[in-house]
């Protein structure tokens, strides 16, 4: 069975770069656009990226948010002619690097997800090419990426960078689309490895122990779900590429700052309902929110 | 990028053997003897095949049809301590191969696709554990199975092979169910070679030329699903194993018989609206139906 090693999101250190913006400014124009491309180049080939994290014991993808309810994956168009990993990792630099060349993560492309089509210029896609396309208008290869155990990432200012748990994406095409919902189930052939968590027998005993504790956290979050959708718990923190960064562990990043006294700390999550348990899922919310937007 | 070979459905033969019947009559009789087996036993271990073959250019997963309207892949429980893939092999001679032991079909196991979990003694199942789950109840597999070019296949009397084509399956939880409506994404991450079919080129200029027919037949389709719903494309024929069968090429399914005189001839399916065209999508139905039920 293939492996993955999934480290905690609070391993990676996460910044903010010069705002990357969308070459369109609504999905028609999106959809234009392609048929412009198609007219000239032919078959749109695209890459998109799978980072996988964990935190509370649950794997978290890594995901863009741009504006309130748009959710993409890390990636883009391909070149012609261009290669496809080398496009992938080219897209991936271009999003998440950190600007400074010396500090670009040592990421690698782990295995092929899936492969999406889009049949017609509009906007479904399908894990198949449909019957009667012989000429899909793009091709879309979803990779799995293997994180290195730390590295920085530098996020677009008018991005956010989401870690969203499974059990969030799971069958909710609906707010994710149909291909970064389908992720649960095409993770689902790795045994992932989660670093830095307990060996499995402590972590089943603290488990049992705490099941009781966790059925009532459970019930009592449910009633608080719907209030905390907005209340996601939201990191500012300016990146400072090129300056050794001292490393300091919050709950869920370990930010990469100027000393101290030169910057601004990290920001205090607002403070959870109940006490954060160590090895059981405690949060109900969407994601971990990790946001530069407001700086 | 992952390869599979996959052969027309017509390159298999199909015939049946004594009813297997399953040990519960509902739903919830199941769920009570998983409860009362996990008290004894523990964590219940099962495996579930993935079959493809390829029709009118697409690919469709043969899928086990109960009664009217359940599905299941041919699969089931593992025994106490046995291997993951001697049982999957266990489970396909029990439900598909022919009774004759030099008939049993050279299929072997091509990967794994996915990984599903029963948290509760409940009919939901997720393709991860979920948070606070460290006993989950029922862990099943899904492992891809290579076919060879041609084989015998007998099917229990009081079931149904059914050939459901990937759109058919894709995103269609309320008829399939979550694990098999999961089926096209999964495989979306292998090259597919369609077995027999002609080269691309060659399919390409086909498809350019019927492109306009077979949108003006798609939208008389559309009209006409519904009534095809029930207007499965069916297949009655006795297997009779040991007996040297005479290869009978039917449109999709090559028949295992005795001589001509000696037993029934390949039931003739309903004609088609329209004449089948070579290499376009024509059947709009849910699937191609090998039928022994009425024998």
Known sequence: MAQLVVHPVGSYTFGSKPPKHEKDTST??????????????????????????????????LVLQMGAAFFRLPGGRLR?????????????????????????????????????????????????????ISRPKEVRR??????????????????????????????????????????PALLSRFSLTLAGRPPPAAAAAVAAAQATAAALVA???????????????????QHQPGQPGQQQKGG??????APPAAAPQLAQPPQPQHPPAQYGYQ????????DFDDM
Chains 1, 2 share one sequence.
């Open 80 to 132: 012609p002619g261009e290669d496809e990993a080398e496009g992938m990792l080219r897209k991936l630099s271009s999003l998440l690097a950190p600007p400074a060349e010396n500090m670009r993560p040592d990421w690698r492309i782990a295995d092929v997800l899936g492969t999406w089509y889009r049949p017609n210029f509009e906007n479904l896609m399908y894990p198949y090419c449909p019957p009667h």
């Open 142 to 183: 979803l990779f799995l990426i293997a994180l290195p155990e730390r590295c920085y990432l530098s996020v677009p200012k008018n991005m956010r960078l989401v870690a969203v748990p499974l059990f969030e994406i799971y069958d909710n095409i609906s707010r994710y689309g149909p291909v970064i919902s389908s992720i």
């Open 28 to 61: 028609q124009a999106k959809l234009e656009r392609l048929k412009e491309k198609y007219a000239r180049e032919g078959l749109r080939r695209s890459v998109e990226a799978v980072l996988v994290v964990h935190e509370h014991g649950h794997p978290h993808v």
């Open 283 to 290: 949060q109900a919310d969407e994601g971990l929110m990790v």
């Open 219 to 237: 019930a009592h979050q449910q009633q608080q779900q719907q209030a905390q959708q907005q209340q996601l718990v939201q990191y500012g923190q």
């Open 252 to 257: 869920i990043a370990v930010s990469l700052s």
